[in-house]
């Protein structure tokens, strides 16, 4: 009777455990908050078919994370040496996110980058030619370049992610940004590629005067028939009519600078294409006061040279450019 009694028991006391268990509710994940969009405002005037890779859309906390990392020097891999360097180091706001002085310094001693810097202003509408040759298809790729180079950040793309990854701050800004705290080279370049895409210039003189809030000086509009004028100077071929305010065209010239050209770096390079011997791109001209020196290596310190080059210094060549023949 009593192992009947015990047997009933423990038969109901399981039963009541199984129906309790059963009747749990599961622990609910944690809600993941998607970032927040973010709404890029056109100037006006400006094209509105500006260039964002469908895989990095534009959020109010991936431009926090990247404004952090373009500014952290841990992204060097000299850094723990006493050699910090940042995206900074080389893209000054004091002068239009370029460094003023013409090529990049690396971290290591005598390094420092083909080319003059180039500001970053206004890359949300490059068409996926980055740099005086055209060699780089984003700004994602840009930077996961620049971290590798051993003329710029000297790193490992496993270096930058321990460092960054040891950072309190840095993993809830990850998983602000993109869902998780992972710290991968691959978001961090994302990241800084939103940061730079804000970076936008549209409020200069020029502007306003296309907005009809300001006037030209006598002087000023004269300048302005020469730059837009085959009879005149001839600029906009290069550089955009007013009706550009981006004061590009993205495109590439040999601008008759040289008779013997380094096929090393230049848009030749690029394409193996004949026509671009000894071609770089045609900068924008906006914020021109503050990113000298001038040329993709900086031959010219000031404009006034600039202007006298293409007045009465123009090397010719069979490579150089068609228009370079008009002036």
């Given at each position: 009777?009593?192992?009947?009694?015990?047997?009933?028991?423990?038969?109901?006391?399981?039963?009541?455990?199984?129906?309790?268990?059963?009747?749990?509710?599961?622990?609910?994940?944690?809600?993941?908050?998607?970032?927040?969009?973010?709404?890029?405002?056109?100037?006006?005037?400006?094209?509105?078919?500006?260039?964002?890779?469908?895989?990095?859309?534009?959020?109010?906390?991936?431009?926090?994370?990247?404004?952090?990392?373009?500014?952290?020097?841990?992204?060097?891999?000299?850094?723990?040496?006493?050699?910090?360097?940042?995206?900074?180091?080389?893209?000054?706001?004091q002068f239009a996110f370029e460094n003023?002085?013409?090529?990049?310094?690396?971290?290591?001693?005598?390094?420092?980058?083909?080319?003059?810097?180039?500001?970053?202003?206004?890359?949300?509408?490059?068409?996926?030619?980055?740099?005086?040759?055209?060699?780089?298809?984003?700004?994602?790729?840009?930077?996961?370049?620049?971290?590798?180079?051993?003329?710029?950040?000297?790193?490992?793309?496993?270096?930058?992610?321990?460092?960054?990854?040891?950072?309190?701050?840095?993993?809830?800004?990850?998983?602000?940004?993109?869902?998780?705290?992972?710290?991968?080279?691959?978001?961090?370049?994302?990241?800084?590629?939103?940061?730079?895409?804000?970076?936008?210039?549209?409020?200069?003189?020029?502007?306003?005067?296309l907005r009809g809030e300001v006037n030209?000086?006598?002087?000023?509009?004269?300048?302005?028939?020469?730059?837009?004028?085959?009879?005149?100077?001839?600029?906009?071929?290069?550089?955009?009519?007013?009706?550009?305010?981006?004061?590009?065209?993205?495109?590439?010239?040999?601008?008759?600078k040289d008779s013997i050209f380094d096929?090393?770096?230049?848009?030749?390079?690029?394409?193996?294409?004949?026509?671009?011997?000894?071609?770089?791109?045609?900068?924008?001209?906006?914020?021109?006061?503050?990113?000298?020196?001038?040329?993709?290596?900086?031959?010219?310190?000031?404009?006034?040279?600039?202007?006298?080059?293409?007045?009465?210094?123009?090397?010719?060549?069979?490579?150089?450019?068609?228009?370079?023949?008009?002036?």
């Amino acid at each position: 009777m009593i192992k009947a009694f015990l047997k009933y028991f423990m038969f109901i006391s399981l039963a009541i455990i199984i129906m309790s268990t059963s009747c749990e509710k599961p622990t609910p994940e944690p809600e993941i908050k998607p970032p927040t969009p973010y709404t890029i405002k056109v100037p006006n005037g400006f094209p509105t078919n500006f260039v964002i890779p469908s895989d990095n859309p534009m959020t109010v906390e991936g431009i926090n994370l990247g404004r952090h990392l373009y500014y952290d020097a841990r992204l060097s891999g000299k850094a723990d040496e006493g050699k910090p360097q940042t995206c900074a180091t080389c893209h000054l706001q004091q002068f239009a996110f370029e460094n003023g002085i013409g090529k990049g310094i690396g971290t290591e001693p005598g390094a420092e980058t083909h080319h003059v810097m180039l500001p970053h202003i206004n890359l949300l509408w490059n068409p996926g030619t980055f740099g005086w040759n055209g060699g780089t298809p984003s700004i994602e790729a840009d930077v996961l370049g620049t971290i590798l180079s051993p003329d710029e950040f000297a790193s490992t793309f496993e270096k930058v992610e321990t460092a960054i990854r040891n950072i309190d701050i840095y993993p809830p800004m990850f998983k602000a940004a993109f869902g998780t705290e992972e710290v991968t080279v691959d978001r961090i370049s994302k990241a800084i590629a939103q940061f730079v895409r804000t970076e936008i210039s549209s409020d200069s003189k020029f502007d306003k005067k296309l907005r009809g809030e300001v006037n030209f000086t006598p002087s000023e509009n004269r300048g302005l028939v020469l730059f837009t004028t085959e009879e005149g100077a001839d600029c906009f071929h290069c550089h955009g009519a007013p009706g550009n305010p981006l004061m590009t065209t993205h495109l590439f010239y040999n601008n008759a600078k040289d008779s013997i050209f380094d096929t090393a770096n230049d848009r030749y390079s690029i394409t193996g294409a004949t026509r671009d011997i000894g071609a770089y791109k045609a900068t924008t001209l906006r914020n021109i006061e503050l990113t000298g020196p001038y040329m993709h290596d900086g031959r010219y310190q000031t404009l006034d040279e600039v202007i006298d080059f293409y007045s009465t210094g123009l090397v010719y060549s069979v490579y150089a450019h068609p228009l370079m023949h008009k002036l």
